[in-house]
Nanobody, 129 residues
C-alpha cells in the first residue's frame, strides 16, 4: 500500500522560510514524478512544483519561481519543498502527490492534479503578515 506522509507545515511570518517533506512508504520514488499542490480556502487546488526523480528540470508555478525549490532524495524516498521568502498568498494546505508517467520528465512537468493516483493527507501552512 502506497503512503505519502507530509510534514513540516506550520505557522510562520511573511518573509520566513519553511521546508516541507513528503516521505513515501511502500513506493520507490526512483523514476517517478513527485510534486506539491496547494489549496487555499475557497480556491481550486493549484499545482506548485513538480519534479521527476530520474532527472530533468522541475516545474514551478510562476508565483513561486525564485522562492521555492523542489528536490528528491532517492535514497530516503522523500521529496522536499524548500520555501523561502514566504508571502501571505502562499498560505494553504499543501499536498504531496506521486505517480509514474510513461515519458518521464516531459510528462511529469506537465501533469495535472487529476493525473496523480497517490496523495498525502496534506499539511497546513499559515502565514502572518
Amino acid at each position: 500500500q502506497v503512503q505519502l506522509v507530509e510534514s513540516g507545515g506550520g505557522s510562520v511570518q511573511a518573509g520566513e522560510s519553511l521546508r516541507l517533506s513528503c516521505a513515501a512508504a511502500g513506493y520507490n520514488v526512483w523514476r517517478k514524478c513527485m510534486g506539491w499542490f496547494r489549496q487555499a480556502p475557497g480556491k481550486e487546488r493549484e499545482k506548485v512544483a513538480l519534479i521527476y526523480s530520474g532527472g530533468g528540470s522541475p516545474y514551478y508555478t510562476d508565483s513561486v519561481k525564485g522562492r521555492f525549490t523542489i528536490s528528491i532524495d532517492n535514497a530516503k524516498n522523500t521529496a522536499y519543498l524548500q520555501m523561502n521568502n514566504l508571502k501571505p498568498e502562499d498560505a494553504a494546505i499543501y499536498y504531496c502527490a506521486a505517480d509514474s508517467f510513461v515519458s518521464g520528465n516531459s510528462t511529469c512537468v506537465g501533469a495535472k492534479a487529476t493525473d496523480f493516483r497517490y496523495w498525502g493527507q496534506g499539511t497546513q501552512l499559515t502565514i502572518s503578515s
